[in-house]
């Protein structure tokens, strides 16, 4: 009983997967996204929920009777719904009501967690055999497994079933893994022997949810493993910038298995008084100007919005040549519609655009004008480098930026006292904010910067800075970020040590500091 496009009452069980909200299936997300009410399997699930269109309601209780009244009830569940779960008696009480239905696979975790291990869940033996420890009570039947045993919700019992699995005949030497938190940034993985399975999970701390994985596969992890090794997995990042600057960059760190957390310390507001930029934007389309220069991606925002609000376009530039401080400005030109004419190819500052912008040429330029849409708080490098090149500026203020709300008390406590990893400084103003905000990271956090001018301003904060971008770009900071990380792991590893996060060394740093 299901309907590709349900337009009554109709209850999706949906599989939800293995922990990564990125292994939901195509049909999952397009239920999610038509759904009146969706119930949670778990408060893990709730990033799901951004599949869902708004106003989309939470529902706990008597979801049948919601379908019944003609709504349609997504029914998020761990992992696959059909494996291993419990819906049997609520898609019953579905077809007591008469409610159309539809189960939806999700990806399991006895396949996705073993392969984020690094685990082929089939090796040289293809067998494949998943057990619930909690309703198996005889172990010897699995003893006799010549490939991959994969069980779950045993790990509370993994060394009584260990145990068990040597008395019905397996080999105490044969490889095990317990992987807890899986395909997820929380993922931890012990590898060990049946015989020695006591001694390796006595301090592990492992929790549910959680595999237990035993066969020759195992083995295979020290050539497979992809996932755990990435060089920033599982580091808490802190990003110190507005929404829309932090959304890239967050992306790239995702991409090193990094949990980044977007912070924002500055708040970009409208200039106090229009009059000064509505002049600009007339004096542009009037022919007042030679050149535009935008010294930041917000600067561009600010001049399309005015434009919307006239009713014009990137049509506008036309004549005009345009300048563009750094990569990122040069993108928002870009998907403005705008190809900027000048770039630095060295730094990318207001220092590197001078060094490349032409001297004013009276037999050249008809125009000797330039326009600045700029921050309030800009410094005057840019000016004072144009007026000796012998140009004119209006130098206008486009937007103002203040500094933001301080972020809520866990966020500060956690900047304070050794939670984050990691911190990704952009420029010098991020620097001020943060500590101004929330205070000084623990010194145990990984401090990263942009270039000097950033680095300068953090050591003068009194913080000792551990990494700083080869170029001015913040796709280059995490990339620093990420090499830094990459180096940490394979020192450890050298040294016959466990990689450890920074944050996982706050309490030996209190200790040394004393």
């Known amino acids: 009983m299901s309907s590709d496009s349900p337009t009554s009452g109709f209850v999706a069980f949906v599989g939800a997967g293995p922990g990564d909200p990125n292994l939901l299936t195509l049909r999952a997300a ?271 925002k ?30 928002a030109l870009v998907e403005f519609g705008v190809k900027p004419d000048l770039l630095p190819s060295g730094e990318q500052s207001s220092e590197g655009l001078v060094a490349e912008w032409p001297p004013y040429d009276s037999m050249l330029d008809p125009i000797n004008r330039v326009l600045l849409p700029r921050a309030d708080i800009s410094t005057d490098t840019l000016v004072a480098g144009l007026t000796e090149l012998g140009w004119e500026c209006d130098d206008v203020t486009a937007y103002r930026t203040v500094r933001a709300a301080p972020p809520p008390a866990p966020i500060r406590e956690a900047i304070k006292g050794g939670g984050f990893d990691a911190v990704l400084f952009t420029s010098s103003s991020t620097v001020r904010n943060l500590v101004g905000i929330a205070g000084k990271p623990h010194n145990v956090t990984v401090i990263a910067v942009i270039g000097p001018q950033t680095a300068k301003t953090a050591e003068e904060f009194g913080l000792r800075v551990d990494v700083m971008a080869d170029k001015p770009s913040a796709s280059a900071l995490a990339a620093a970020v990420a090499e830094f990380g990459a180096k940490q792991r394979q020192a450890a590893l050298a040294a016959g040590d466990t990689p450890r996060r920074p944050s996982q060394n706050r309490r030996g740093a209190r200790r040394r500091a004393r």
């Not at 198996?136 to 069980?151: F, M, P, R, Y």
């Not at 260990?162 to 993922?187: C, F, M, N, R, Y």
């Not at 390796?200 to 959680?210: I, Q, S």
Request: net charge negative; with cysteine.
């Open 30 to 300: 397009e239920l999610l996204g038509k759904a009146d009410a969706v119930v949670l399997d778990a408060e893990t699930q709730t990033p799901l929920l951004h599949h869902c269109r708004e106003g989309v309601e939470v529902a706990e209780g008597d979801f049948v009777q919601r379908a019944a009244r003609g709504q349609l009830v997504v029914r998020l569940c761990a992992g696959d719904p059909m494996l291993f779960s419990s819906i049997s008696e609520e898609v019953a009480a579905c077809v007591a009501a008469e409610v159309d239905f539809e189960i939806v696979p999700g990806v399991p975790p006895a396949t996705a967690v073993l392969t984020y291990a690094g685990i082929p869940p089939a090796s040289a033996v293809p067998e494949f055999r998943v057990v619930d420890a909690a309703q198996e009570q005889d172990w010897s039947v699995h003893a006799g497994c010549k490939g991959t045993l994969v069980i779950y919700n045993g790990v509370a019992d993994a060394v009584p079933i260990g145990k068990a699995l040597i008395s019905g005949g397996k080999p105490d030497t044969t490889p095990v893994a317990v992987s807890s938190g899986g395909t997820t940034t929380e993922q931890y993985t012990v590898v060990s022997t049946l015989g020695r399975l006591q001694a390796d999970l006595k301090h592990a701390g492992l929790t549910e949810p959680a595999l237990i994985v035993v066969g020759e596969a195992v083995a295979q992890r020290d050539k497979l493993s992809w996932f755990e090794t990435k060089p920033l997995f599982g580091w808490r990042v802190l990003v110190p910038r507005t929404k829309e600057q932090s959304r890239s960059l967050s992306e790239q760190l995702v991409s090193y298995g990094a949990v980044p957390e977007e912070v924002p310390t500055i708040s970009v507001e409208p200039p106090r008084t229009p009059q000064q930029m509505d002049r600009a934007i007339k004096g542009l389309v009037t022919g007042r100007y030679e050149w535009v220069a935008f010294t930041s991606a917000n600067a561009v």
């Open 302 to 331: 600010a001049v399309r919005e005015k434009f919307e609000e006239y009713g014009l376009d990137a049509r506008a530039f036309a004549g005009l040549k345009v300048a563009a401080v750094g990569e990122a400005t040069s993108r």
